[in-house]
Every structure is written in C-alpha cells, then in structure tokens.
C-alpha cells in the first residue's frame, strides 16, 4: 500500500515558478514509477510527466515538455514537479500517482494509487 501527499501549490502570476511535491508512503516506493497528471477546470485529468523508479527514464507531455522537470528522490520518498514559466493554462489540481511497477506509461490506468491533488492556480 502507498498512500501520497502532494503539497507546494498556490497561486503564482504568469511567467513564474512554483514546485510541487508528493511524500510518499510504504516501503515500495524506489521500486516503484511515479507520474503528474493534472485536471484543469472544466476538462479531463490529464498526464503532465512520469519518471521512472530509478529516475533514468523521464517523459512529458508536449504541453510541458521543456517548461516542467520531474525528478524523484528516494532516500526521502519523494518526488517533485518544478514547473517554470507558468501560464495560466496550467492552472489545475495536481495529482501525483504511483504504479506497481518500475516503470509506467501515459494512462491513468496505469498508476494504482493517487494522492489528493494540490491546487495550483496561475494568474494572468
């Protein structure tokens, strides 16, 4: 079982900076891949990032690619989205996730347990 915390959002103005973390709980978690999803206000929940369990495989979704970075820290059970440049179309709730598996791909699916989300919200 692996229960996560997400934390670290807020309200940014366009252009800035902000990065959100998830703790992680359980023993499986540098075992194990993480991903970011994020559902805006009126749309579906959507992949923003995933990493895998050792940290050497990262992907992005083009609506982010070179603007956020994941990365993952195992000795704390944790990881991260910096996200820069913000914009206000990627103000939305922040979800991390967590698989069974090392590695993990795109789809909802494919994570099995989720934390409750973090409200970042950028202004214009």
């Known amino acids: 079982q692996v229960q996560l915390v997400e934390s670290g959002g807020g309200l940014v103005q366009a252009g800035g900076s902000l990065r959100v973390s998830c703790a992680a709980s359980?023993?499986?978690?540098?075992?194990?891949?993480m991903g970011w999803f994020r559902r805006a206000p009126g749309k579906e929940r959507e992949f923003v990032a995933r990493?895998?369990?050792?940290?050497?495989?990262?992907d992005y979704a083009d609506s982010v690619k070179g603007q956020f970075t994941i990365s993952r820290d195992n000795a704390k059970k944790a990881v991260y989205l910096q996200m820069y440049s913000l914009k206000p179309e990627d103000t939305a709730v922040y979800y991390c996730?967590?698989?069974?598996?090392?590695?993990?791909?795109?789809?909802?699916?494919?994570?099995?347990?989720w934390g409750q989300g973090t409200q970042v919200t950028v202004s214009s």
């Open positions: 990493i895998s369990r050792g940290g050497g495989v990262m």
């Open positions: 359980g023993d499986t978690f540098s075992n194990i891949a």
């Open positions: 996730a967590a698989a069974r598996t090392p590695y993990a791909g795109r789809e909802s699916y494919d994570y099995t347990y």
